[in-house]
């Protein structure tokens, strides 16, 4: 079972239930969290975790040879991100545009386009005790996009998992989308606020357009915002869990701690939340 964790917008705890969750599951399932906000990854902050592999993502930008090129432009034309143009003095790739899909290389007519790799950043792999694994990716600063990191990240999955929780970058764009491909369920995170609600559409949009099966968690609740309520009734969208705004949970929290390990009826309300998510897969 694959889960996503994600958000319209950071900020909302997104980290706080993929770590939890994924702890109280590891209590009964081999279970596997892995951080996809390879931006700021940050829920390695959360638990001791022993890496044991670490591997560099590359991606490979074209190179081209002005003095074979012929100036014909079709790399320029192929290219959908824009990233090489051609002139008459020569063809000049740009990239911080480019996604190294290789696609010029292949129409280029004389050949003059070879490749070369560059590194994008980094994941890790480790344990932080029996049945919970654990896995990051690490965008270098700079990098325009962090799908390929992602995409690397995921491909590590252990395939021996029960479980495996995925804490998805904020927002709605291509590294989310990345993220959800594949995903058995989608946990939304969202709180109780105007902009809450305005960003969770956006996330929503995503993962109907998916075809996912989604349930939301409401951070922050507070009861007196019915319209969060009122949105998810009309479109007949579950909400998997409520959590309080709680100063006991936000102080765990900011010490890196782990709050089901102090508040022990949040653990049942976590195990509760994964029975609905069992029954909307089936």
Known sequence: MKIAVLSGKGGTGKTLVSTNLSNVLSKKYITQLLDCDVEEPNSHIFFDVKYDTEKTVEMLLPVVDNTACIRCGECAKACQFGAISSFKSGTIVF??????????????????????????????????????????????????????????????????????????????????????????????????????????????????????????????????????????????????????????????????ELFTEFMPKYKKEFEFMFEKIKEAIK
């Open 95 to 256: 990239e911080s545009l480019c996604h190294g899909c290789g696609l010029c290389a292949m129409v280029c007519p004389v050949n003059a386009i070879s490749e070369k790799p560059k590194s994008m950043g980094k994941i890790k792999y480790g344990k932080i005790k029996d049945n919970f694994y654990f896995g990051m990716g690490l965008l270098n600063i700079g990098e325009p996009s962090g799908v390929k990191v992602i995409r690397e990240l995921k491909s590590g999955m252990k395939k021996n998992a029960e479980i495996t929780i995925l804490d998805s970058p904020p927002g709605a764009s291509c590294p989310v989308v990345e993220t959800l491909r594949k995903m058995d369920y989608a946990i939304l995170v969202t709180e109780s606020t105007p902009f809450g609600l305005h960003d969770l559409k956006v996330a929503l949009r995503v993962v109907e357009d998916m075809k996912i099966p989604c349930g939301v968690v409401i951070n922050r609740y507070d009861s007196f915002f019915k319209e969060m309520e009122e949105y998810l009734q009309f479109k007949h969208i579950p909400v998997l869990m409520k959590i309080p705004f709680d100063r006991e949970i936000a102080i765990h929290y900011s010490k890196g």
